[in-house]
């Protein structure tokens, strides 16, 4: 009997050191749970407020980047408008035949001059009318004859040709087509409005439009040309 009470005694006393560790063991993890829960806590909050910082930031720079674009938009259209008035002097010409040899500044000149004379009788034209002339882009194997660009002396006599709508379409009859020189942007501009079935051009830099029921022919010739 003595031997059975030595045993049970002995085996309690086991299993109360064991949940006696056992709850050492518990409370230690609880302590250490709570430590961590903490920190948690902490880099949650520092982790809200960065990203409350980072929104704030995100929300200057994109009030930075629209002024920019506002900036750039409007240093564009600055640009176009002077790259649109150092043209204004300039005319395209197009169906001028090329010959087989190098055409130089002088033969594209006098080519032009010539046409001017045959067509556009309303006054003489001499070299010092045209400042330069010369074709547009390398020289291809082709049947189509490349433009002629032109930059007369006086702006009044490029309009003097481009809004003579009789010697226009005696050249036109001819084969011939006479054009402003656009700038790539306004090039662009007219592009998408003959795609949205509008009729567009440029006058004195400004876009003009109308609808294809109105009359096609305007009589001035900035028209955009394919």
């Known amino acids: 009997l003595d031997d059975a009470r030595n045993t049970t005694h002995t085996s309690l006393s086991s299993i109360t050191s064991k949940i006696d560790q056992m709850a050492t063991t518990m409370n230690d993890n609880y302590r250490t749970l709570r430590q961590d829960l903490g920190h948690l806590k ?3 909050t520092a982790a809200q407020q960065q990203i409350g910082a980072n929104k704030c930031e995100i929300d200057r720079l994109i009030q930075v980047n629209e002024r920019t674009n506002q900036l750039v938009f409007s240093l564009q259209e600055e640009v176009d408008k002077l790259a649109s008035h150092s043209r204004r002097n300039n005319l395209k010409f197009f169906g001028v035949a090329e010959s087989g ?10 080519t032009i001059l010539n046409i001017l004379n045959e067509f556009v009788v309303d006054k003489a034209w001499y070299p010092n009318d045209i400042d330069r002339a010369h074709r547009l882009g390398r020289k291809k194997n082709s049947s189509h004859p490349r433009p002629i660009i032109v930059r007369f002396h006086r702006w009044a006599d490029a309009m003097k040709v481009l809004n003579n709508k009789e010697a226009r379409d005696y050249m ?5 087509r006479v054009a402003s020189d656009l700038t790539p942007s306004q090039t662009e501009k007219l592009r998408e409005m003959k795609k949205q079935g509008q009729i567009a051009f440029y006058r004195s830099g ?4 109308k609808s294809r029921n109105a009359e096609q022919n305007n009589g001035h010739q900035n028209c955009f040309k394919d």
């Open 101 to 110: 040899e190098q055409e130089s500044y002088d033969k594209c000149r006098d």
């Open 206 to 209: 400004k876009l003009h439009t």
């Open 172 to 176: 036109r009859a001819a084969g011939l």
């Open 42 to 44: 902490r880099d949650v």
